[in-house]
């Protein structure tokens, strides 16, 4: 099955920017979707087609990628930036399951 | 504001069965899928299954598809989620999630999640 693999934690001081990455074989071909949890609140996505923010989405929150390779890059972290961040893809086909990385759980210093 | 409600915490006996429910704001289901996910305590985020009536499209994690069944209520904009043979390891919180559908499917509108704790 298909694995998207996220580093599990990282640890910024305010105002530094975090750059979290997600790897997966062939990456390149699907959408890359990135995700923010605060354990007790629902999630929130962030970024969705590699690189689109939703509307109420800061624009501090910038998706990219590069080969197989998705980055999520946070610019001028803040304490409420403390949470988990999940890449996920799901395949082209209706058939297709989604898949989600293993988490990144950013620390703010 | 547009958002998912989820039923309240449930407490579960081991080897019983829970149902959770969804509610979406307005026709959901002509345009939109729903999936269920979960966080157990230490753990990522799990994908469960997914629902598009649009599509006539029930699809499960191999994990779960024996366990879980998710049904969409047109008439009330509510998708449900029933588990059963439950132990201890399904202990965590269950999001129902809305699927935006496209050339790539993703979760664009999640619930604040239902807990359930399974404890004998």
């Known amino acids: 099955s298909y694995v998207l693999t996220q580093s599990l934690s990282m640890s910024v001081a305010p105002g530094e920017t975090a750059r979290i990455s997600c790897g997966g074989s062939n990456l390149q071909s699907y959408s890359v979707y990135w995700y923010q949890h605060v354990p007790g609140q629902a999630p929130l996505l962030l970024i969705y087609y590699d690189q689109y923010r939703p509307s109420a989405i800061p624009e501090r929150f910038s998706g990219s990628k590069s080969g197989d390779t998705a980055t999520l890059t946070i610019d001028a972290v803040e304490v409420g930036d403390e949470a988990d961040y999940y890449c996920?893809?799901?395949?082209?086909?209706?058939?297709?399951?989604?898949?989600f990385g293993g988490g990144t759980h950013l620390t703010v210093l | 504001q547009v958002e998912l409600v989820q039923s309240g915490a449930q407490m579960k006996q081991p080897g019983s069965s829970v149902q959770l429910s969804c509610k979406a704001p307005?026709?959901?289901?002509?345009?939109?899928?729903i999936s269920w996910l979960r966080r157990a305590p230490g753990q990522p985020l799990e994908w469960m299954g997914v629902v598009v009536p649009l599509f006539d499209v029930k699809t499960f994690a191999q994990k779960f598809h024996d366990r879980i069944t998710i049904t969409a209520d047109k008439s009330t904009n509510t998708a449900y989620l029933d588990m059963n043979n439950l132990n201890s390891d399904d202990t965590a919180v269950y999001y129902c999630?809305?699927?935006?559908?496209?050339?790539?499917?993703?979760?664009?509108?999640w619930g604040r999640g239902t807990l359930v704790t399974v404890s004998s």
């Open positions: 999630a809305r699927v935006k559908l496209g050339n790539s499917w993703h979760f664009d509108l």
């Open positions: 307005g026709n959901i289901f002509d345009r939109y899928g």
């Open positions: 996920q893809m799901w395949g082209p086909s209706s058939t297709a399951l989604p898949v």
